[in-house]
Protein backbone atom coordinates (compact mmCIF):
# COMPACT_ATOMS: atom_id res chain seq x y z
CA UNK A 1 0.00 0.00 0.00
CA UNK A 2 1.32 3.65 -1.12
CA UNK A 3 -0.13 6.77 -1.75
CA UNK A 4 -0.44 9.06 -4.50
CA UNK A 5 -0.90 12.55 -4.99
CA UNK A 6 -1.20 15.06 -7.83
CA UNK A 7 -2.00 19.03 -8.24
CA UNK A 8 -2.41 20.88 -11.43
CA UNK A 9 -3.36 24.63 -11.05
CA UNK A 10 -2.20 28.07 -10.45
CA UNK A 11 -0.49 27.67 -7.13
CA UNK A 12 2.64 26.39 -6.02
CA UNK A 13 2.11 22.38 -6.53
CA UNK A 14 4.71 21.03 -4.29
CA UNK A 15 3.54 22.61 -1.00
CA UNK A 16 0.03 21.24 -2.05
CA UNK A 17 1.53 17.37 -2.45
CA UNK A 18 3.46 17.81 0.55
CA UNK A 19 0.31 18.21 2.73
CA UNK A 20 -1.60 16.02 0.55
CA UNK A 21 1.09 13.24 1.60
CA UNK A 22 1.00 13.73 5.04
CA UNK A 23 -2.80 12.61 5.10
CA UNK A 24 -1.55 9.86 3.11
CA UNK A 25 1.04 9.01 5.58
CA UNK A 26 -1.33 6.09 7.20
CA UNK A 27 -0.59 4.57 3.94
CA UNK A 28 2.84 3.62 4.09
CA UNK A 29 5.85 6.37 5.13
CA UNK A 30 9.47 4.43 4.49
CA UNK A 31 9.68 6.82 2.01
CA UNK A 32 8.40 9.72 0.16
CA UNK A 33 9.13 11.45 -3.40
CA UNK A 34 7.92 14.75 -5.60
CA UNK A 35 8.36 16.06 -9.29
CA UNK A 36 7.56 19.08 -10.64
CA UNK A 37 7.13 20.64 -13.85
CA UNK A 38 9.41 23.73 -13.45
CA UNK A 39 8.54 25.17 -17.13
CA UNK A 40 11.77 23.31 -18.31
CA UNK A 41 12.28 19.96 -16.67
CA UNK A 42 10.37 17.54 -14.51
CA UNK A 43 12.49 18.54 -11.20
CA UNK A 44 12.25 16.21 -8.26
CA UNK A 45 13.01 14.88 -4.58
CA UNK A 46 12.83 12.05 -3.16
CA UNK A 47 14.21 10.36 0.15
CA UNK A 48 13.77 7.05 2.23
CA UNK A 49 12.39 7.50 5.25
CA UNK A 50 9.40 9.60 7.21
CA UNK A 51 7.63 12.58 4.71
CA UNK A 52 9.36 15.15 7.47
CA UNK A 53 12.90 14.23 5.66
CA UNK A 54 11.30 15.36 1.49
CA UNK A 55 9.98 18.23 3.85
CA UNK A 56 13.69 19.83 5.21
CA UNK A 57 14.79 18.38 2.02
CA UNK A 58 12.80 20.25 -0.12
CA UNK A 59 12.38 23.40 2.54
CA UNK A 60 8.67 22.65 2.69
CA UNK A 61 8.30 22.73 -1.21
CA UNK A 62 9.97 25.85 -1.75
CA UNK A 63 13.10 24.01 -3.33
CA UNK A 64 10.78 22.33 -6.42
CA UNK A 65 9.19 25.58 -7.94
CA UNK A 66 6.30 24.43 -10.52
CA UNK A 67 2.81 24.59 -10.66
CA UNK A 68 1.85 20.65 -12.16
CA UNK A 69 3.48 18.10 -9.86
CA UNK A 70 2.63 14.45 -8.72
CA UNK A 71 3.89 13.14 -5.53
CA UNK A 72 4.41 9.59 -3.73
CA UNK A 73 4.45 8.22 0.09
CA UNK A 74 5.90 4.51 -0.01
CA UNK A 75 5.21 0.90 1.86
CA UNK A 76 7.98 -0.70 -0.15
CA UNK A 77 6.77 -3.77 -1.97
CA UNK A 78 9.80 -5.07 -4.37
CA UNK A 79 12.87 -3.33 -3.26
CA UNK A 80 14.67 -1.96 0.39
CA UNK A 81 13.00 0.99 1.02
CA UNK A 82 15.81 3.56 -0.51
CA UNK A 83 16.53 6.81 -1.77
CA UNK A 84 16.98 4.59 -5.01
CA UNK A 85 13.47 2.66 -4.92
CA UNK A 86 11.31 5.73 -3.88
CA UNK A 87 8.75 7.12 -6.08
CA UNK A 88 8.60 8.90 -8.42
CA UNK A 89 10.53 7.06 -11.12
CA UNK A 90 11.65 7.85 -14.59
CA UNK A 91 12.19 7.10 -18.06
CA UNK A 92 16.25 7.53 -19.13
CA UNK A 93 15.56 10.67 -20.28
CA UNK A 94 13.61 11.84 -17.21
CA UNK A 95 10.67 12.72 -19.38
CA UNK A 96 7.92 11.12 -18.34
CA UNK A 97 7.44 10.55 -14.07
CA UNK A 98 5.28 8.23 -12.63
CA UNK A 99 3.83 7.41 -9.04
CA UNK A 100 2.39 4.07 -8.30
CA UNK A 101 0.34 2.39 -5.94
CA UNK A 102 -0.22 -0.93 -6.50
CA UNK A 103 1.53 -4.11 -7.39
CA UNK A 104 2.64 -4.75 -10.95
CA UNK A 105 2.51 -8.56 -11.27
CA UNK A 106 4.32 -9.35 -14.38
CA UNK A 107 7.06 -6.80 -14.11
CA UNK A 108 9.72 -9.69 -14.16
CA UNK A 109 8.80 -10.52 -17.99
CA UNK A 110 8.05 -6.66 -18.92
CA UNK A 111 11.24 -5.74 -17.83
CA UNK A 112 13.00 -8.81 -19.23
CA UNK A 113 11.13 -7.54 -22.92
CA UNK A 114 12.27 -3.52 -21.76
CA UNK A 115 16.18 -4.27 -21.01
CA UNK A 116 16.21 -6.31 -24.28
CA UNK A 117 15.36 -3.31 -26.03
CA UNK A 118 18.28 -1.62 -24.13
CA UNK A 119 15.82 0.36 -21.40
CA UNK A 120 18.45 0.31 -18.33
CA UNK A 121 16.83 0.11 -14.70
CA UNK A 122 17.60 2.61 -12.08
CA UNK A 123 15.88 0.71 -9.54
CA UNK A 124 14.74 -2.43 -8.47
CA UNK A 125 11.27 -1.62 -7.91
CA UNK A 126 8.33 -3.10 -10.26
CA UNK A 127 6.83 0.86 -10.86
CA UNK A 128 9.99 1.27 -12.96
CA UNK A 129 8.84 -0.81 -15.89
CA UNK A 130 5.96 1.63 -16.17
CA UNK A 131 8.09 4.55 -16.43
CA UNK A 132 9.59 2.56 -19.37
CA UNK A 133 6.76 1.50 -20.97
CA UNK A 134 5.25 4.42 -21.26
CA UNK A 135 8.66 5.74 -22.78
CA UNK A 136 8.10 2.71 -25.56
CA UNK A 137 4.94 3.84 -26.14
CA UNK A 138 4.83 7.23 -26.60
CA UNK A 139 4.94 9.04 -30.07
CA UNK A 140 3.77 12.30 -28.92
CA UNK A 141 0.35 11.20 -27.67
CA UNK A 142 -0.08 10.90 -24.16
CA UNK A 143 -3.06 8.85 -23.96
CA UNK A 144 -2.07 6.62 -26.91
CA UNK A 145 1.25 5.67 -24.50
CA UNK A 146 -1.12 5.11 -21.58
CA UNK A 147 -3.63 3.03 -22.95
CA UNK A 148 -1.20 0.60 -24.44
CA UNK A 149 0.62 0.59 -21.36
CA UNK A 150 -2.42 -0.27 -19.80
CA UNK A 151 -3.35 -3.42 -22.14
CA UNK A 152 0.28 -5.00 -21.62
CA UNK A 153 0.83 -4.30 -17.38
CA UNK A 154 -1.22 -7.05 -15.13
CA UNK A 155 -1.89 -6.24 -11.38
CA UNK A 156 -2.72 -3.10 -9.22
CA UNK A 157 -2.53 0.09 -9.92
CA UNK A 158 -3.44 3.99 -9.53
CA UNK A 159 -0.79 6.02 -11.36
CA UNK A 160 -0.21 9.33 -11.39
CA UNK A 161 2.37 10.85 -14.41
CA UNK A 162 3.55 13.52 -16.00
CA UNK A 163 4.95 14.07 -19.50
CA UNK A 164 7.39 16.82 -19.77
CA UNK A 165 6.33 17.53 -23.73
CA UNK A 166 2.72 18.26 -22.26
CA UNK A 167 3.64 20.41 -19.59
CA UNK A 168 -0.17 21.58 -19.15
CA UNK A 169 -1.59 18.27 -18.55
CA UNK A 170 -1.58 16.00 -15.56
CA UNK A 171 -2.62 12.01 -16.18
CA UNK A 172 -4.14 9.57 -13.80
CA UNK A 173 -5.20 5.95 -13.94
CA UNK A 174 -6.65 3.21 -12.08
CA UNK A 175 -7.09 -0.63 -11.51
CA UNK A 176 -8.03 -2.06 -8.29
CA UNK A 177 -5.94 0.35 -6.34
CA UNK A 178 -8.30 3.59 -5.10
CA UNK A 179 -7.76 6.60 -6.51
CA UNK A 180 -10.08 10.09 -6.68
CA UNK A 181 -9.76 12.70 -8.40
CA UNK A 182 -11.31 16.53 -7.42
CA UNK A 183 -11.13 20.23 -8.37
CA UNK A 184 -10.68 23.21 -6.54
CA UNK A 185 -10.70 27.24 -7.43
CA UNK A 186 -6.97 26.69 -8.28
CA UNK A 187 -6.55 24.10 -10.08
CA UNK A 188 -7.31 20.19 -10.20
CA UNK A 189 -6.11 17.16 -7.87
CA UNK A 190 -5.56 13.72 -7.85
CA UNK A 191 -5.24 11.55 -4.52
CA UNK A 192 -5.15 7.40 -3.17
CA UNK A 193 -7.58 8.76 -0.47
CA UNK A 194 -10.24 11.34 0.57
CA UNK A 195 -8.42 13.07 2.94
CA UNK A 196 -5.25 14.11 1.09
CA UNK A 197 -7.36 16.48 -1.04
CA UNK A 198 -10.20 17.31 1.20
CA UNK A 199 -8.48 21.06 2.30
CA UNK A 200 -9.45 22.02 -1.34
CA UNK A 201 -12.46 20.43 -2.19
CA UNK A 202 -15.59 18.22 -1.09
CA UNK A 203 -16.83 17.17 -4.69
CA UNK A 204 -14.60 13.90 -5.16
CA UNK A 205 -15.01 11.89 -8.37
CA UNK A 206 -14.38 8.13 -7.25
CA UNK A 207 -12.57 6.74 -10.54
CA UNK A 208 -13.46 3.06 -11.31
CA UNK A 209 -11.15 0.30 -13.25
CA UNK A 210 -9.42 1.05 -16.04
CA UNK A 211 -10.69 4.72 -16.47
CA UNK A 212 -8.25 7.05 -17.16
CA UNK A 213 -8.23 10.89 -15.66
CA UNK A 214 -6.88 13.89 -17.70
CA UNK A 215 -6.06 17.32 -15.84
CA UNK A 216 -5.76 20.68 -16.51
CA UNK A 217 -5.04 23.77 -14.43
CA UNK A 218 -9.09 23.81 -14.88
CA UNK A 219 -10.03 21.22 -16.29
CA UNK A 220 -10.78 17.50 -15.41
CA UNK A 221 -11.88 14.85 -18.24
CA UNK A 222 -12.66 11.33 -17.47
CA UNK A 223 -11.74 8.51 -20.55
CA UNK A 224 -12.27 4.81 -20.86
CA UNK A 225 -9.53 2.67 -21.71
CA UNK A 226 -11.09 2.85 -25.30
CA UNK A 227 -10.67 6.59 -24.79
CA UNK A 228 -14.15 6.83 -25.35
CA UNK A 229 -15.28 10.06 -22.73
CA UNK A 230 -17.02 9.33 -19.83
CA UNK A 231 -19.89 11.68 -17.89
CA UNK A 232 -19.06 11.53 -13.90
CA UNK A 233 -20.75 12.91 -11.29
CA UNK A 234 -19.23 14.35 -8.33
CA UNK A 235 -20.20 13.13 -4.75
CA UNK A 236 -20.22 15.31 -1.95
CA UNK A 237 -18.27 14.20 1.08
CA UNK A 238 -19.74 14.89 4.02
CA UNK A 239 -17.24 13.28 7.03
CA UNK A 240 -14.57 15.82 8.87
CA UNK A 241 -10.46 14.87 7.55
CA UNK A 242 -9.67 13.05 10.83
CA UNK A 243 -12.63 10.57 10.07
CA UNK A 244 -11.54 10.43 6.37
CA UNK A 245 -8.09 8.98 7.22
CA UNK A 246 -9.90 6.28 8.54
CA UNK A 247 -12.10 6.02 5.42
CA UNK A 248 -15.04 6.77 6.96
CA UNK A 249 -14.34 3.65 9.89
CA UNK A 250 -14.42 4.83 13.72
CA UNK A 251 -11.22 2.43 14.50
CA UNK A 252 -8.36 1.52 11.64
CA UNK A 253 -9.52 -1.81 13.40
CA UNK A 254 -12.52 -2.03 11.59
CA UNK A 255 -10.94 -0.56 8.34
CA UNK A 256 -8.04 -3.14 8.46
CA UNK A 257 -10.96 -6.22 9.26
CA UNK A 258 -12.61 -4.97 6.17
CA UNK A 259 -9.45 -4.84 4.06
CA UNK A 260 -9.28 -8.60 4.31
CA UNK A 261 -10.63 -9.34 0.69
CA UNK A 262 -8.08 -7.28 -1.10
CA UNK A 263 -4.89 -7.95 1.08
CA UNK A 264 -5.90 -12.36 0.58
CA UNK A 265 -6.40 -11.38 -2.84
CA UNK A 266 -2.45 -9.91 -3.13
CA UNK A 267 -1.21 -12.16 -1.02
CA UNK A 268 -2.74 -14.90 -2.84
CA UNK A 269 -2.28 -13.36 -6.62
CA UNK A 270 1.07 -13.27 -7.18
CA UNK A 271 1.58 -17.04 -6.64
CA UNK A 272 -0.29 -18.33 -8.88
CA UNK A 273 0.50 -18.68 -12.31
CA UNK A 274 -2.36 -20.15 -14.88
CA UNK A 275 -3.48 -22.67 -12.04
CA UNK A 276 -0.16 -23.73 -10.14
CA UNK A 277 1.56 -22.78 -7.16
CA UNK A 278 4.84 -20.35 -7.60
CA UNK A 279 6.40 -19.37 -5.35
CA UNK A 280 10.12 -17.81 -6.46
CA UNK A 281 10.71 -16.42 -3.03
CA UNK A 282 11.14 -19.64 -1.48
CA UNK A 283 14.20 -20.50 -3.44
CA UNK A 284 13.75 -23.67 -3.10
CA UNK A 285 14.12 -26.93 -6.00
CA UNK A 286 11.42 -29.65 -5.05
CA UNK A 287 14.27 -32.12 -4.44
CA UNK A 288 15.34 -29.25 -1.35
CA UNK A 289 11.99 -29.31 -0.02
CA UNK A 290 12.19 -33.29 -0.07
CA UNK A 291 15.46 -33.25 2.13
CA UNK A 292 13.71 -31.21 4.43
CA UNK A 293 12.61 -33.85 7.47
CA UNK A 294 11.07 -31.35 9.74
CA UNK A 295 9.81 -28.19 10.08
CA UNK A 296 9.67 -25.63 13.29
CA UNK A 297 7.64 -22.28 12.60
CA UNK A 298 8.70 -20.08 15.21
CA UNK A 299 6.64 -16.71 16.11
CA UNK A 300 5.10 -14.48 18.49
CA UNK A 301 1.57 -13.80 19.67
CA UNK A 302 -1.31 -14.18 16.46
CA UNK A 303 1.55 -14.95 14.08
CA UNK A 304 2.49 -17.70 16.61
CA UNK A 305 -1.36 -18.80 16.28
CA UNK A 306 -1.11 -18.67 12.25
CA UNK A 307 2.11 -21.02 13.12
CA UNK A 308 -0.19 -23.45 15.08
CA UNK A 309 -2.98 -23.37 12.17
CA UNK A 310 -0.07 -24.72 9.91
CA UNK A 311 1.16 -27.32 11.85
CA UNK A 312 -1.99 -28.85 11.00
CA UNK A 313 -2.34 -27.77 7.15
CA UNK A 314 1.51 -28.77 6.92
CA UNK A 315 0.85 -32.10 8.36
CA UNK A 316 -1.98 -32.92 6.81
CA UNK A 317 -1.31 -32.13 3.19
CA UNK A 318 2.57 -32.38 3.36
CA UNK A 319 3.09 -35.23 5.81
CA UNK A 320 6.17 -33.71 7.11
CA UNK A 321 6.46 -32.99 11.01
CA UNK A 322 5.89 -29.99 12.14
CA UNK A 323 6.58 -28.10 15.42
CA UNK A 324 5.10 -24.52 16.31
CA UNK A 325 7.26 -22.71 19.26
CA UNK A 326 7.05 -19.05 20.53
CA UNK A 327 9.73 -17.43 19.88
CA UNK A 328 10.90 -16.30 22.94
CA UNK A 329 10.66 -20.13 24.38
CA UNK A 330 12.05 -21.33 21.59
CA UNK A 331 15.37 -19.15 21.48
CA UNK A 332 16.22 -20.81 25.24
CA UNK A 333 15.13 -24.30 24.77
CA UNK A 334 18.25 -25.78 22.76
CA UNK A 335 16.30 -27.23 19.74
CA UNK A 336 17.13 -29.79 17.71
CA UNK A 337 18.75 -27.95 14.74
CA UNK A 338 20.34 -30.54 12.71
CA UNK A 339 20.28 -31.46 8.71
CA UNK A 340 17.06 -31.43 7.41
CA UNK A 341 15.56 -29.23 9.39
CA UNK A 342 14.47 -25.95 8.31
CA UNK A 343 13.40 -22.94 10.19
CA UNK A 344 9.89 -20.55 9.00
CA UNK A 345 9.69 -17.34 10.89
CA UNK A 346 6.89 -15.41 11.18
CA UNK A 347 6.18 -11.49 11.78
CA UNK A 348 3.66 -8.90 10.80
CA UNK A 349 6.63 -6.33 11.55
CA UNK A 350 10.05 -8.21 11.15
CA UNK A 351 11.44 -6.68 14.34
CA UNK A 352 9.77 -9.01 17.00
CA UNK A 353 12.50 -9.16 19.39
CA UNK A 354 12.26 -12.96 20.03
CA UNK A 355 11.32 -14.06 16.50
CA UNK A 356 14.55 -11.64 15.41
CA UNK A 357 16.37 -13.68 18.13
CA UNK A 358 15.00 -17.22 17.17
CA UNK A 359 16.43 -16.22 13.64
CA UNK A 360 19.42 -15.73 14.21
CA UNK A 361 19.89 -18.66 16.61
CA UNK A 362 18.55 -21.08 13.50
CA UNK A 363 21.45 -19.49 11.28
CA UNK A 364 23.60 -19.84 13.62
CA UNK A 365 23.26 -23.47 13.61
CA UNK A 366 23.71 -23.71 9.71
CA UNK A 367 19.76 -23.78 9.18
CA UNK A 368 18.10 -22.68 6.27
CA UNK A 369 15.21 -19.69 7.42
CA UNK A 370 12.11 -18.72 5.35
CA UNK A 371 10.94 -15.44 7.10
CA UNK A 372 7.12 -14.37 6.50
CA UNK A 373 6.92 -10.98 7.13
CA UNK A 374 4.81 -8.37 5.95
CA UNK A 375 6.90 -5.15 6.37
CA UNK A 376 9.40 -5.02 3.76
CA UNK A 377 13.65 -4.42 4.37
CA UNK A 378 12.29 -5.10 8.48
CA UNK A 379 15.17 -7.09 9.96
CA UNK A 380 13.71 -10.08 9.55
CA UNK A 381 13.27 -9.62 6.37
CA UNK A 382 16.88 -8.78 6.00
CA UNK A 383 18.39 -11.23 7.78
CA UNK A 384 16.29 -14.71 6.73
CA UNK A 385 17.76 -16.48 4.45
CA UNK A 386 14.46 -16.52 2.24
CA UNK A 387 11.31 -14.00 2.45
CA UNK A 388 7.86 -14.83 1.39
CA UNK A 389 5.65 -11.19 1.89
CA UNK A 390 2.63 -11.20 2.94
CA UNK A 391 0.98 -8.05 0.67
CA UNK A 392 -1.38 -6.82 3.79
CA UNK A 393 -0.40 -3.01 3.91
CA UNK A 394 0.26 -1.13 6.70
CA UNK A 395 -1.32 -2.53 9.62
CA UNK A 396 -1.75 0.38 12.52
CA UNK A 397 -4.37 -1.11 14.84
CA UNK A 398 -2.20 -2.89 17.66
CA UNK A 399 -4.70 -5.71 17.44
CA UNK A 400 -3.38 -7.22 14.27
CA UNK A 401 -6.39 -8.74 12.03
CA UNK A 402 -5.44 -8.61 8.15
CA UNK A 403 -1.85 -9.67 8.64
CA UNK A 404 -3.11 -12.26 10.73
CA UNK A 405 -5.20 -13.42 7.49
CA UNK A 406 -2.25 -13.07 4.99
CA UNK A 407 -0.25 -14.84 7.40
CA UNK A 408 -2.51 -17.83 7.17
CA UNK A 409 -2.39 -17.50 3.13
CA UNK A 410 1.24 -17.62 2.92
CA UNK A 411 1.08 -20.85 5.09
CA UNK A 412 -1.44 -22.42 3.46
CA UNK A 413 0.60 -21.78 -0.10
CA UNK A 414 3.69 -23.33 1.69
CA UNK A 415 1.91 -26.26 2.68
CA UNK A 416 0.46 -26.98 -0.81
CA UNK A 417 3.93 -26.27 -2.39
CA UNK A 418 5.40 -28.43 0.06
CA UNK A 419 2.90 -31.38 -0.41
CA UNK A 420 3.80 -31.13 -4.24
CA UNK A 421 6.57 -31.33 -4.23
CA UNK A 422 6.68 -34.33 -1.90
CA UNK A 423 4.03 -36.13 -3.84
CA UNK A 424 1.16 -36.10 -1.20
CA UNK A 425 -1.14 -35.10 -2.47
CA UNK A 426 -2.65 -35.36 -6.07
CA UNK A 427 -3.17 -32.51 -9.01
CA UNK A 428 -6.59 -32.93 -9.02
CA UNK A 429 -6.53 -32.03 -5.13
CA UNK A 430 -4.39 -29.38 -5.44
CA UNK A 431 -6.28 -27.53 -8.07
CA UNK A 432 -9.62 -28.39 -5.96
CA UNK A 433 -7.67 -26.20 -3.40
CA UNK A 434 -6.76 -23.51 -5.25
CA UNK A 435 -9.96 -22.83 -6.18
CA UNK A 436 -11.40 -23.03 -2.52
CA UNK A 437 -8.50 -20.62 -1.91
CA UNK A 438 -9.52 -18.35 -4.89
CA UNK A 439 -12.84 -17.94 -3.48
CA UNK A 440 -11.71 -16.91 0.21
CA UNK A 441 -12.02 -13.12 -0.42
CA UNK A 442 -15.65 -13.09 -1.69
CA UNK A 443 -16.59 -15.48 1.31
CA UNK A 444 -14.83 -13.24 3.88
CA UNK A 445 -16.97 -9.91 2.45
CA UNK A 446 -19.90 -12.14 2.83
CA UNK A 447 -19.31 -12.60 6.79
CA UNK A 448 -18.51 -9.13 7.03
CA UNK A 449 -22.26 -8.67 5.64
CA UNK A 450 -23.16 -10.06 8.98
CA UNK A 451 -21.32 -7.04 11.51
CA UNK A 452 -24.57 -5.74 12.51
CA UNK A 453 -25.54 -9.16 13.61
CA UNK A 454 -22.00 -9.42 15.50
CA UNK A 455 -22.76 -6.54 17.18
CA UNK A 456 -26.20 -7.11 18.49
CA UNK A 457 -24.86 -10.18 19.90
CA UNK A 458 -21.39 -8.45 21.75
CA UNK A 459 -23.36 -5.43 23.21
CA UNK A 460 -24.51 -8.10 25.45
CA UNK A 461 -20.80 -9.57 26.63
CA UNK A 462 -19.77 -6.06 27.61
CA UNK A 463 -19.68 -7.00 31.56
CA UNK A 464 -18.56 -10.36 31.17
CA UNK A 465 -16.21 -11.50 33.49
CA UNK A 466 -14.79 -14.51 31.89
CA UNK A 467 -15.13 -16.33 28.07
CA UNK A 468 -13.73 -19.34 26.98
CA UNK A 469 -13.50 -20.09 23.61
CA UNK A 470 -12.95 -24.02 22.22
CA UNK A 471 -12.55 -26.24 19.69
CA UNK A 472 -10.69 -29.40 18.69
CA UNK A 473 -7.53 -29.38 15.45
CA UNK A 474 -7.76 -26.07 13.30
CA UNK A 475 -11.16 -25.11 15.67
CA UNK A 476 -8.24 -24.86 18.49
CA UNK A 477 -5.78 -23.63 16.90
CA UNK A 478 -8.48 -20.94 15.76
CA UNK A 479 -9.89 -20.47 19.30
CA UNK A 480 -6.76 -19.38 20.55
CA UNK A 481 -6.63 -16.16 18.27
CA UNK A 482 -10.54 -15.23 18.73
CA UNK A 483 -9.67 -15.38 22.24
CA UNK A 484 -6.72 -13.32 22.10
CA UNK A 485 -8.67 -10.71 20.01
CA UNK A 486 -11.16 -10.35 22.40
CA UNK A 487 -8.91 -9.93 25.79
CA UNK A 488 -6.26 -7.51 24.34
CA UNK A 489 -8.50 -5.18 23.44
CA UNK A 490 -11.69 -5.22 25.65
CA UNK A 491 -9.91 -6.81 28.95
CA UNK A 492 -12.40 -9.21 29.52
CA UNK A 493 -10.39 -12.34 30.66
CA UNK A 494 -10.90 -15.10 28.00
CA UNK A 495 -8.90 -18.70 27.77
CA UNK A 496 -8.61 -20.91 24.47
CA UNK A 497 -9.60 -24.48 25.38
CA UNK A 498 -8.73 -27.32 23.30
CA UNK A 499 -12.84 -28.46 23.50
CA UNK A 500 -11.44 -32.08 25.25
CA UNK A 501 -9.04 -30.48 27.51
CA UNK A 502 -11.56 -28.46 29.62
CA UNK A 503 -12.85 -30.67 31.24
CA UNK A 504 -9.52 -31.46 33.33
CA UNK A 505 -9.64 -28.75 36.01
CA UNK A 506 -10.54 -25.19 33.89
CA UNK A 507 -14.80 -26.09 33.93
CA UNK A 508 -14.71 -25.59 37.18
CA UNK A 509 -14.66 -22.00 36.40
CA UNK A 510 -18.14 -22.58 34.21
CA UNK A 511 -20.96 -20.55 35.76
CA UNK A 512 -24.44 -19.64 35.22
CA UNK A 513 -23.94 -17.42 31.82
CA UNK A 514 -20.43 -18.11 30.93
CA UNK A 515 -19.92 -17.25 27.34
CA UNK A 516 -18.28 -20.17 25.54
CA UNK A 517 -17.45 -19.98 21.51
CA UNK A 518 -17.36 -23.33 20.46
CA UNK A 519 -15.64 -23.64 17.11
CA UNK A 520 -16.67 -26.48 14.91
CA UNK A 521 -15.65 -26.21 11.04
CA UNK A 522 -14.02 -30.23 11.07
CA UNK A 523 -16.29 -32.72 10.25
CA UNK A 524 -14.82 -35.34 11.41
CA UNK A 525 -14.61 -33.66 14.89
CA UNK A 526 -18.10 -32.05 15.16
CA UNK A 527 -19.78 -34.82 17.48
CA UNK A 528 -16.60 -34.71 19.65
CA UNK A 529 -17.20 -30.39 19.91
CA UNK A 530 -20.82 -31.03 20.11
CA UNK A 531 -20.36 -33.48 23.50
CA UNK A 532 -17.77 -30.93 25.42
CA UNK A 533 -20.18 -28.31 24.41
CA UNK A 534 -23.12 -29.98 26.30
CA UNK A 535 -20.95 -30.86 29.43
CA UNK A 536 -20.08 -27.05 29.68
CA UNK A 537 -23.76 -25.92 29.00
CA UNK A 538 -25.19 -28.58 31.95
CA UNK A 539 -22.92 -26.21 34.58
CA UNK A 540 -24.89 -22.99 33.10
CA UNK A 541 -22.66 -21.36 30.09
CA UNK A 542 -24.20 -19.84 27.35
CA UNK A 543 -22.85 -21.57 24.13
CA UNK A 544 -21.96 -19.91 20.63
CA UNK A 545 -21.34 -21.84 18.01
CA UNK A 546 -19.16 -20.79 14.84
CA UNK A 547 -19.48 -23.42 12.19
CA UNK A 548 -20.23 -24.50 8.74
CA UNK A 549 -22.85 -24.18 7.02
CA UNK A 550 -25.27 -27.43 6.79
CA UNK A 551 -24.10 -28.61 10.06
CA UNK A 552 -27.57 -27.81 11.68
CA UNK A 553 -26.88 -30.53 14.23
CA UNK A 554 -25.65 -28.05 16.47
CA UNK A 555 -28.45 -26.08 17.42
CA UNK A 556 -29.38 -28.73 19.60
CA UNK A 557 -26.48 -27.68 21.68
CA UNK A 558 -25.81 -24.17 20.63
CA UNK A 559 -27.50 -21.23 22.11
CA UNK A 560 -26.27 -18.61 19.24
CA UNK A 561 -24.95 -19.71 15.60
CA UNK A 562 -22.78 -18.21 13.15
CA UNK A 563 -22.12 -20.00 10.06
CA UNK A 564 -19.25 -19.91 7.53
CA UNK A 565 -19.03 -20.85 3.99
CA UNK A 566 -17.97 -23.89 3.12
CA UNK A 567 -14.93 -23.97 1.91
CA UNK A 568 -11.55 -26.75 2.09
CA UNK A 569 -10.95 -28.23 5.63
CA UNK A 570 -7.91 -26.72 5.69
CA UNK A 571 -8.93 -23.27 5.24
CA UNK A 572 -11.71 -23.14 7.55
CA UNK A 573 -9.85 -20.89 10.24
CA UNK A 574 -9.26 -18.06 6.97
CA UNK A 575 -13.27 -17.24 7.43
CA UNK A 576 -14.03 -18.72 10.76
CA UNK A 577 -11.65 -15.61 12.48
CA UNK A 578 -13.75 -12.58 10.81
CA UNK A 579 -16.43 -13.25 13.19
CA UNK A 580 -14.42 -13.63 16.14
CA UNK A 581 -12.92 -10.36 15.25
CA UNK A 582 -16.03 -8.45 15.03
CA UNK A 583 -16.73 -10.16 17.99
CA UNK A 584 -14.27 -9.14 19.80
CA UNK A 585 -13.96 -5.79 18.06
CA UNK A 586 -17.52 -4.62 19.25
CA UNK A 587 -17.41 -5.67 22.80
CA UNK A 588 -14.42 -3.21 22.92
CA UNK A 589 -16.45 -0.67 21.32
CA UNK A 590 -19.38 -1.34 23.66
CA UNK A 591 -17.02 -1.14 26.42
CA UNK A 592 -15.66 1.94 25.27
CA UNK A 593 -12.06 0.97 25.38
CA UNK A 594 -9.46 2.61 23.30
CA UNK A 595 -9.79 -0.05 20.34
CA UNK A 596 -6.53 0.99 17.90
CA UNK A 597 -4.26 1.37 20.55
CA UNK A 598 -5.00 -0.68 24.12
CA UNK A 599 -3.24 -0.58 27.42
CA UNK A 600 0.08 -1.32 27.72
CA UNK A 601 0.46 -2.95 24.09
CA UNK A 602 2.95 -1.48 21.08
CA UNK A 603 2.81 -2.35 17.40
CA UNK A 604 5.68 -3.57 17.36
CA UNK A 605 7.63 -5.86 20.50
CA UNK A 606 11.11 -4.76 20.03
CA UNK A 607 12.35 -5.61 23.56
CA UNK A 608 12.37 -9.56 24.67
C1 LIG B 1 -2.07 -9.50 18.57
C2 LIG B 1 -0.82 -9.11 17.95
C3 LIG B 1 0.43 -9.65 18.52
C4 LIG B 1 1.47 -9.90 17.41
C5 LIG B 1 2.81 -10.29 18.04
C6 LIG B 1 3.85 -10.58 16.99
O1 LIG B 1 -3.17 -8.90 17.96
O2 LIG B 1 -0.80 -8.32 17.04
O3 LIG B 1 0.21 -10.81 19.25
O4 LIG B 1 0.99 -10.90 16.57
O5 LIG B 1 3.27 -9.26 18.87
O6 LIG B 1 4.12 -9.44 16.24
P1 LIG B 1 4.79 -9.56 14.82
O7 LIG B 1 3.87 -10.29 13.94
O8 LIG B 1 5.03 -8.13 14.39
O9 LIG B 1 6.08 -10.31 15.01
Known sequence: MCGIVGYIGTEQAAPILLDGLDKLEYRGYDSAGMAVYDGEKLQYAKARGRLKILRELTHDGAKLPGVCGIGHTRWATHGVPSDKNAHPHFNEAESIAVVHNGIIENYLKLKKMLAGKGYKFASETDTEVIAHLLDYYYKGDPMEAITKMMHRVEGSYALGILFRDHPG?????????????????????????????????????????????????????????????????????????????????????????????????????????????????????????RAVKRLYIVACGSAYHTGVTAKYVFEGLARIPVEVDLASEFRYRNPILDEGTMVIVVSQSGETADTLAALRMAKEAGVRVLGIVNVVGSSIAREADNVMYTWAGPEIAVATTKAYSTQLIAEYLLAMRFAKARGTVTEEELAGMLLDLRRLPQQIELLLDHKEKLQRFANRYVAAKDVFFIGRGLDYAISLEGSLKLKEISYIHSEAYAAGELKHGTISLIEDGTLVAAVLTQEDLYKKTISNMVEVKTRGAFLLAVTNEGNTAVEKAADYVIYIPQTNKYFTNSLAVIPLQLFGYYVALGKGCDVDKPRNLAKSVTVE
Open 169 to 289: ELYAVRKDSPLIAGRSAHGCLIASDVPAILKYTRDVYFIQNEEIVRMTDQELAFFTIDQDPIEKQATTIEWDVSAAEKAGYEHFMLKEIYEQPRAVLDTLNPRIREDRIEIEELGMTDEEI
